[in-house]
């Protein structure tokens, strides 16, 4: 009786969703590349000042199904990150990969652009989506680095947590109620207390400024991303794919120039490493938009549909006049100049 006293409190209050975005079993993770609970169809109320639609596929990625093999001429992108990658508090079509993907179907011929995101990712944990990933045979692999990249370098990994999940979603008698128990506001709840205890369990915090470089945990953590890096640069190039480093700034880089050290940092780390990157920080400041705008502020920091939008363009320009879409976007831009030139007057 309690039980359903606080369960109905929960749900009645707003405390916690009796729905929430499920991740794989033990099972699905060795049979698909995605990490997603397949087939979830659901609107997202861990805030309830942002719901958000959110479906999977059966591959276990976010967003709307496609077959594992790709159909002649198709070009697939496979873009990773956290949660500015997986589009947190926006709808499916909103998220950076969709509309990166509509800005270059069609322009550059047929292309996916699939949604590889993890919240709470870092680049071990995102290097461990893109070595799955392959099964897609993505022809572009994009890694997304937002500002905490560094620090959450310093913490427990996303990528064993989540196997510890897996491990108790399989063990009896979880694994028997868990289907249920998935659909409670009680266990969202639990859940989002977890989470919320082991965020302030982190005692590690590095300095955004470009003078907070100098100390040496941010030195060491920065070492430890450019050699993961590297690392995915050597594993991608071993099978002729093709790595970009995308840099998304935070709201706090948009409007404070002191706090960009993390961005001042890594486009060079980029070179060094032949990783190319596009800094997305110029579109978003040059719009001259309020951060309010840009970025779910006041009550999140994550990118606004409009955020998104500005990112998908500078991407979609910079894929579709470098790199290896490059061609293809030439190709139908002639077509198109050919097609659309009045015809000779009769004679």
């Not at 967003?63 to 159909?71: C, D, N, T």
């Not at 071990?124 to 500002?147: N, Q, T, Y």
């Not at 005692?203 to 995915?232: K, M, N």
Request: proline letters at 7%; glycine letters at 8%; charged letters at 25%.
């Amino acid at each position: 009786m309690a039980l359903m006293l606080a369960e109905v409190g929960l749900r009645l209050l707003g405390l916690a969703p009796p729905d929430g975005v499920a991740t794989v079993t033990e099972v699905q993770f060795q049979s698909i590349p995605g990490m997603l609970l397949p087939d979830q169809d659901l609107v997202d109320r861990r805030d309830r000042r942002l719901p958000h639609h959110v479906t999977t596929n059966a591959l276990g990625y976010r967003g709307p199904g496609f077959p594992l093999i790709k159909r002649p001429g198709e070009f697939r992108i496979l873009l990773t990150g956290d949660a500015f990658a997986y589009g947190d508090f926006v709808n499916d079509d909103q998220t950076l990969p969709a509309q990166l993907e509509q800005r270059l179907d069609g322009r550059c011929g047929s292309v996916r652009v699939v949604n590889a995101g993890l919240d709470n990712a870092t680049i071990v944990d995102a290097g461990k989506m893109i070595e799955r990933g392959l099964r897609v045979s993505p022809d572009l692999v994009v890694l997304l680095f937002s500002a905490n990249d560094i620090r959450d370098l310093s913490r427990a990994s996303t990528w064993d947590r989540l196997a510890e999940n897996r491990r108790d979603k399989s063990r009896f008698p979880l694994s028997v109620f868990y289907p249920l128990l998935r659909h409670t506001a009680l266990w969202n709840f639990a859940l989002r207390a977890r989470a919320a205890s082991q965020a302030r369990a982190d005692p590690v915090r590095t300095d955004w400024t470009a003078a907070g470089g100098d100390d040496s945990i941010t030195l060491r953590l920065r070492d430890e991303y450019r050699r993961a890096l590297a690392a995915l640069r050597d594993t991608l190039a071993a099978r002729g794919i093709p790595l970009v480093l995308a840099a998304f700034p935070s709201h706090h880089a948009v409007t404070r120039d002191s706090l960009r050290g993390q961005f001042t940092w890594v486009t060079p780390v980029g070179t060094e490493t032949g990783v190319p990157v596009v800094d997305l920080l110029p579109p978003l400041v040059a719009s001259r938009l309020p951060v309010e705008t840009l970025y779910l502020l006041p009550y999140d920091g994550d990118p606004s549909v409009r955020g998104y939008d500005l990112a998908a363009k500078q991407l979609a320009d910079r894929f579709a006049s470098q790199g290896p879409l490059a061609a293809a976007c030439e190709a139908v831009a002639v077509a198109s100049q050919t097609h659309a030139r009045p015809s000779g007057s009769a004679r």
